[in-house]
């Protein structure tokens, strides 16, 4: 059974640059949440996907923008990128409003 | 006041001990509250759940919950070097899909 899985690994952009992340949700899930996790805190909410359409966002600018597609896999895109904008990006999946399960995240790298 | 709260640490605690991780949190209508372990460099894992008073026991993590003193709390029965982690507290309110998050407590297992 395969868990959560994330694209790429790692990444370096450079400020003002755009970049897409990738996410497939584990087998049987249909919800995706995204979250930013800066060194030393708890992950943030950016924004939880469902039925292809943004059910919830947290406070994050719409240069965070999203989407899910009929697999349920989902994408999030970040334009003009700042410096910021460098953490850890979490893809959570779930079966409807249930326990989320992460995968093992996008490290971005502003410069 | 932050929404959930956990000390930071670093917790110390000696293998075969009791280590006990504590999480306070704001909002009263919270329903549904997790605990995750993060090692270094990876990505949060699910542990446990849990969603009514009292206790709840997996193994050797015992969850508990008193939603009067808006407390939940992580007990880890005979502690392992393995065990050395930061442990996040997660709240989920109802009608709100996304999981709050405190910064984590950092556990170390002394061998």
């Known amino acids: 059974d395969a868990g959560v899985t994330q694209s790429p690994t790692h990444l370096i952009k450079t400020r003002g640059q755009q970049v897409t992340l990738r996410c497939s949700p584990k087998?049987?899930?249909?919800?995706v949440s995204w979250y930013q996790q800066a060194l030393g805190q708890g992950p943030q909410f950016i924004f939880q996907?469902?039925?292809?359409?943004?059910?919830q966002r947290g406070n994050f600018p719409d240069r965070f923008s999203g989407h899910q597609f009929p697999n349920y896999s989902s994408e999030l895109n970040v334009n003009a990128l700042l410096l910021g904008d460098s953490a850890l990006y979490l893809c959570?999946?779930?079966?409807?409003?249930?326990?989320?399960?992460f995968g093992p995240g996008t490290r971005l790298t502003v410069t | 006041q932050k929404e959930v709260e956990q000390n930071s640490g670093p917790l110390s605690v000696p293998e075969g001990a009791i280590a006990s991780l504590n999480c306070t949190y704001s909002?009263?209508?919270?329903?549904?509250f997790f605990w995750y372990r993060q090692y270094s460099g990876k990505s949060p894992e699910l542990i446990m759940s849990?969603?009514?008073?009292g206790d709840k026991e997996d193994g050797r993590f015992t969850a508990q919950l008193n939603k009067a003193s808006q407390y939940v709390s992580l007990l880890i029965r005979d502690s392992q070097p393995s065990d050395s982690a930061t442990y996040l507290c997660?709240?989920?309110?109802?009608?709100?899909?996304?999981?709050?998050f405190g910064t984590g407590t950092r556990l170390t297992i002394i061998p």
């Open positions: 959570a999946s779930s079966l409807l409003q249930y326990e989320q399960y």
């Open positions: 087998s049987g899930h249909d919800t």
């Open positions: 996907y469902y039925e292809e359409e943004e059910r």
């Open positions: 909002d009263r209508v919270s329903q549904s």
């Open positions: 849990i969603y009514s008073n």
């Open positions: 997660a709240v989920k309110s109802f009608g709100n899909e996304k999981l709050t």
